[in-house]
């Protein structure tokens, strides 16, 4: 059971990214997938995450209305687009499985990281 996330970078403030999260093991489908990010010297925190059939997503009120998370359980991935953003966004993303909206989460990827220059 693997989670891999990718897509992280260095990009300028107002700049976008797209965050990928494949799973190698075991099928996606079965879980909702959420999006963290950790700064340093600060706590976890849930961004964003999706319902197993994409019905339902959960946005914490600092990425709601410049994040997006979609998944294509065809592909086995989940992305989140990451627009507009901030120099308080440098963090190491990183993607989990579990269940309900904030949690629990069971498995963990590696993060990528995202590094916004102002």
């Known amino acids: 059971v693997q989670l891999q996330a990718s897509g992280g970078g260095l990009v300028q403030a107002g700049g976008y990214l797209r965050l990928s999260c494949a799973a190698s093991g075991f099928t996606l489908d079965d879980y909702t997938i959420g999006w963290f990010r950790q700064a340093p010297g600060k706590e976890r925190e849930l961004l964003a995450s999706?319902?197993?059939?994409?019905?339902?997503?959960y946005y914490a009120e600092s990425v709601k209305g410049r994040f997006t998370i979609s998944r294509d359980n065809a592909k086995n991935t989940v992305s989140m687009q990451v627009n507009s953003l901030k120099p308080e966004d440098t963090a190491v993303y990183y993607c989990?499985?579990?269940?309900?909206?904030?949690?629990?989460?069971?498995?963990w990827g590696q993060g990528t990281l995202v590094t916004v220059s102002s």
């Open positions: 999706i319902s197993w059939n994409g019905g339902n997503t």
């Open positions: 989990a499985a579990g269940w309900g909206a904030v949690g629990p989460y069971v498995y």
